[in-house]
């Protein structure tokens, strides 16, 4: 089974703090995302990654940093976490293609409810 | 930048047929994707077009019209545990970025 692990399911940090949320895939995926989720607007995408090293702003970048220094792990990082931060975030990881064909099947971990005070 | 638009509620019986469309605006369309959440739980991948038709998957199906930027997910012979919320998501960028609409509940009554 595909698994996708989230560092942690509920995470409190005060205003300012730098906070980290990790996320580990161990199916050997090259592309993984980010996304936060809020009632009513689904699922919005902050920044996801095709390679390691290579990262993209998805359409809700600001305030949000990400890392990936390996192909397993992909980082989120709350330079100065703030109240409107508060949210479920959610890890994904796909695959691209296998045996020439594209695959299109995203995995999600269970999700960070981070609560910014 | 994209953007997907569905319902946001659903209410139908059980046995009945639930359609939930999704219109989206989007550059470089490679195909559109579904997923199911549960409460309290995480998307899970219920179905994906890349081309015009329709595809079935046991009791669900889903369609993709590419020139009129449609698609529709449907849910057959529904179940209590269909009661969850369904996302359209579309692939873009060289197939490498996911974005997803705003999401619809569907809530199954006896």
């Known amino acids: 089974d595909v698994k996708v692990t989230q560092s942690s399911r509920y995470l409190v940090k005060r205003t300012g703090e730098k906070v980290f949320l990790e996320c580990v895939q161990d199916?050997?995926?090259?592309?993984m995302f980010w996304y936060r989720q809020d009632p009513g607007l689904g699922l919005r995408l902050i920044y996801f990654?095709?390679?390691?090293?290579?990262?993209e702003k998805g359409d809700i970048p600001e305030g949000y940093s990400v890392s990936r220094e390996k192909k397993e792990r992909f980082s989120l990082i709350l330079e100065s976490a703030s109240t409107n931060q508060t949210s479920m975030y959610l890890c994904?990881?796909?695959?691209?293609?296998?045996?020439?064909?594209?695959?299109?099947?995203?995995?999600f971990g269970q999700g960070t409810r981070l609560t910014v005070v | 930048g994209q953007s997907l638009e569905q319902p946001s509620e659903v209410t139908a019986v059980e046995g009945a047929i639930v359609q939930i469309n999704c219109t989206y605006q989007?550059?470089?369309?490679?195909?559109l994707s579904w997923y199911q959440q549960h409460d309290g739980g995480a998307p899970t991948f219920l179905s994906y077009?890349?081309?015009?038709g329709l595809e079935e998957t046991g009791r669900f199906s889903s369609f993709l019209s590419r020139s009129d930027s449609y698609g529709y997910l449907l849910l057959q012979e529904l179940q209590m545990k269909d009661s969850a919320s369904y996302f359209c998501?579309?692939?873009?960028?060289?197939?490498?970025?996911?974005?997803f609409g705003a999401g619809t509940t569907v809530t199954v009554r006896a």
């Open positions: 994904a990881s796909s695959p691209q293609t296998i045996r020439g064909k594209r695959r299109t099947e995203a995995f």
């Open positions: 199916m050997d995926h090259e592309n």
């Open positions: 990654s095709y390679d390691v090293k290579m990262k």
């Open positions: 989007t550059s470089g369309f490679y195909g």
């Open positions: 077009n890349a081309l015009d």
């Open positions: 998501a579309v692939r873009e960028t060289n197939d490498y970025k996911l974005s």
